[in-house]
């Protein structure tokens, strides 16, 4: 089975701007979660999917905002973009019938100028 | 609440070595742990996962951990430490009890290991 896939990889924009992040999960895979890490922060949650329904937000502002499509894709968008947006952005996908269990992609590495 | 605590955030052994990286975790219920190696511009790849089965917990690239629950530890070792085993890794917590989300996992700081040869 491929695994999560993540584009584009890197991606670097100048404040204001804004960008769009796709996650593809694992084939089967209904739930999607976004993280965001920095070397400061460490791994925070930013939002989860499942069945093109966000079910949970992570403590971030409205700028982050994300959608699942119907064949579990799922894209995230950040506006305005800021310095302090600078992270590798993670998703994960996770099943039930695989326990749950976080399975990442490879990350997008966003740099904001 | 849970929480999970990796001591020390950089671990420095010599190849051929023990590696030891260490995990304690709160929990309420007994959890599921997770342990997760990162090397550098990627992801998050699973090691293993402890989810109430055998307390030793065998998994990818000659790690295991061992779930202590008289101790609230999960430590991830290696008998053979190699070169390509430099990079970070994250030790996870999650209430199996609660509504599975992603929201409800918690991630501790990481632990950056260095190989020296």
């Known amino acids: 089975k491929a695994g999560v896939t993540q584009t584009p990889r890197y991606l670097i924009k100048t404040r204001g701007q804004q960008v769009t992040l796709s996650c593809s999960p694992i084939?089967?895979?209904?739930?999607v979660s976004w993280y965001q890490q920095t070397p400061g922060q460490g791994l925070q949650f930013l939002f989860e999917?499942?069945?093109?329904?966000?079910?949970n937000k992570g403590n971030f502002p409205g700028r982050f905002s994300g959608r699942q499509f119907s064949n579990s894709r799922s894209e995230m968008n950040v506006s305005t973009l800021e310095l302090g947006d600078s992270a590798l952005y993670l998703c994960?996908?996770?099943?039930?019938?695989?326990?749950?269990?976080?399975?990442f992609g490879p990350g997008t590495r966003l740099t904001v100028l | 609440a849970q929480s999970v605590t990796q001591l020390g955030s950089h671990v420095s052994v010599s190849e051929g070595a023990l590696v030891l990286l260490r995990c304690n975790y709160s929990?309420?219920?007994?959890?599921?742990l997770f342990w997760y190696v990162q090397y550098p511009n990627q992801g998050l790849q699973l090691l293993l996962k402890?989810?109430?089965?055998?307390?030793l917990v065998k998994g990818i690239n000659g790690f295991e951990a061992e779930f202590k629950k008289s101790e609230t530890s999960f430590h991830l070792t290696k008998p053979s430490a190699h070169m390509s085993d430099a990079a970070e890794y994250f030790c996870?917590?999650?209430?199996?009890?609660?509504?599975?989300?992603?929201?409800?996992?918690?991630f501790g700081s990481g632990t950056r290991l260095s190989i020296r040869p």
């Open positions: 994960a996908s996770s099943s039930r019938k695989q326990g749950d269990t976080q399975y």
């Open positions: 084939s089967g895979h209904r739930s």
């Open positions: 999917y499942f069945s093109e329904t966000q079910r």
């Open positions: 929990s309420s219920v007994p959890p599921y």
């Open positions: 402890y989810t109430s089965a055998a307390t």
């Open positions: 996870a917590v999650r209430d199996p009890s609660q509504y599975s989300s992603a929201s409800k996992i918690i």
